[in-house]
């Protein structure tokens, strides 16, 4: 890769498409024909969610945001929003245009989410707004307590059945879906070390209880109404997920970019399809490379894994003390020694979307080649979160 792109200065991010083409078909089997819907924050680029979506098996965006998804519904007729919205503005435009109406699914998962879009524009001055309810799907332990992300406030069956009965009862509303995230199951690495086995055992006692939870509850709300979608899973629970008979789509998107951290599962190897290189800019010590830039730090708490990882050339380690720094990031290692100013080192971000947020552009790269490019949102010049 560093050939095919050496005339492009850094920082330089590329997708190998031999890759990501091996990570979309490998999910697809994995999903066992259960259609997954693709999470655009894990792509960040509209040439790569377009270019999936047109694979038989994926169907439909799930988006991050409201802006972002009236901006994709040009194109896109199928766009459910991941997480409730309180972008006034944004509800407006929703609220008048009746093809973006129809398109766009919103996220709720208390009644004031409703209020505060009925406070934008009244029900009889607007479309009919599809909605989707948002349930909390982590694990309730005796033992553990809370284990998952803190989401929704609605948890068991009569919670989501109270909910979904204000929903249909209100004017201007249409329940049209549920999702439910599993996100200690689908977002939690489980080939990383010593602590593996307790892992595993979570994941099977929560998977238990949920499909039978998931299960009572979408039996529940279908006396409530007609839902069109069950939405569940994530790239690490693919598999485990389209098992359960309630659901009817999946979402995943980070296996196709392929995040360093999702190279620490048992159940599946992506294919790394991204990475990005930054210049030797300057030599400290004989094993000592500086390279320009690097912070690029992943979402999450605040641990070493979360930092970009150099992968090229092999033997390179950052410094505990500095880590990925904002204008310059040290690396030691038998790797360094035979470096020196204007050589690259590859990294891969440890998660997938957000390496969009920091580059214009991807190269593309095909059997060593540089193909083409595809902007990300920010080379579009779009920022949503």
Same mark, same amino acid.
């Given at each position: 890769m560093t050939r095919?792109?050496?005339?492009? *200065? =850094?920082?330089? =991010?590329?997708?190998? +498409?031999?890759? @990501?083409?091996f990570n979309a078909l490998d999910?697809?089997?994995?999903a066992g024909g259960v259609p997954i819907r693709v999470a655009s924050?894990?792509?960040?680029?509209?040439?790569?969610?377009?270019?999936?979506?047109?694979?038989p098996g994926y169907r439909g965006i799930l988006a991050f945001?409201? *802006?972002?998804?009236?901006?994709? =519904?040009?194109?896109?007729?199928?766009?459910? @929003?991941?997480?409730?919205?309180?972008?006034?503005?944004?509800?407006?435009?929703?609220?008048?245009?009746?093809? &973006?109406?129809?398109r766009i699914t919103l996220m709720v998962d208390d009644p004031a989410q409703l209020d505060l879009i009925d406070a934008v524009v009244r029900p009889a001055e607007r479309a009919t707004l599809?909605?989707?309810?948002?349930?909390? &799907?982590?694990?309730?332990? &005796?033992?553990?307590?809370?284990?998952? $992300?803190?989401?929704?406030?609605?948890?068991? %069956?009569?919670?989501?059945?109270?909910?979904?009965?204000?929903?249909?009862?209100?004017?201007?509303?249409?329940?049209?879906?549920?999702?439910?995230?599993?996100a200690q199951i689908a977002g939690?690495?489980?080939?990383?070390? *010593?602590?593996?086995?307790?892992?595993?055992?979570? #994941?099977?006692?929560?998977?238990?209880?949920?499909?039978?939870r998931r299960g009572a509850i979408v039996a529940a709300l279908r006396e409530v109404a007609a839902l069109e979608f069950v939405n569940g899973g994530g790239t690490g629970s693919l598999e485990r997920t389209a098992a359960d008979e309630a659901v009817t789509e999946l979402?995943?998107?980070?296996?196709?970019?392929?995040?360093?951290?999702?190279?620490?599962?048992?159940?599946?190897?992506?294919?790394?399809a991204a990475a990005f290189a930054l210049d030797v800019v300057r030599k400290p010590t004989d094993d000592i490379v500086t390279v320009l830039g690097g912070g690029w730090i992943a979402s999450g708490p605040p641990v070493?894994?979360? #930092? *970009?990882?150099? %992968?090229?050339?092999?033997?390179?380690?950052?410094?505990?003390?500095?880590?990925?720094?904002? $204008?310059?990031?040290?690396?030691?290692?038998?790797?360094?020694?035979? +470096?020196?100013?204007?050589d690259r080192v590859w990294f891969r971000h440890a998660k997938s979307g957000e390496l969009s947020e920091r580059v214009d552009r991807f190269h593309l790269i095909q059997g060593g080649e540089r193909v083409g490019e595809t902007p990300t949102y920010r080379g579009e010049g779009k920022a949503f979160l």
């Open positions: 095919a792109v050496r005339d492009i *200065p =850094a920082p330089v =991010a590329v997708l190998g +498409m031999e890759a @990501l083409r999910m697809l089997v994995r924050k894990s792509l960040r680029s509209r040439e790569a969610l377009a270019a999936l979506l047109a694979i945001t409201l *802006p972002e998804a009236l901006w994709l =519904a040009d194109q896109h007729d199928d766009i459910v @929003l991941g997480y409730p919205s309180t972008d006034r503005p944004a509800i407006a435009r929703l609220a008048g245009d009746e093809q &973006a109406a129809a599809r909605v989707a309810i948002d349930v909390d &799907a982590s694990w309730r332990s &005796a033992g553990l307590g809370h284990v998952g $992300v803190r989401r929704s406030p609605v948890h068991d %069956v009569a919670e989501v059945v109270r909910l979904a009965r204000m929903v249909a009862a209100r004017p201007g509303f249409e329940l049209v879906g549920l999702m439910m995230y599993e939690q690495p489980d080939a990383e070390g *010593p602590g593996d086995p307790v892992i595993r055992w979570m #994941q099977r006692r929560s998977a238990a209880e949920l499909a039978d979402t995943a998107g980070s296996g196709l970019f392929a995040g360093h951290l999702f190279s620490r599962y048992r159940s599946f190897q992506p294919a790394p070493a894994s979360r #930092q *970009p990882a150099p %992968v090229w050339p092999a033997g390179l380690r950052t410094l505990a003390r500095e880590g990925a720094g904002e $204008v310059q990031t040290p690396l030691q290692g038998s790797g360094a020694r035979a +470096m020196r100013a204007g």
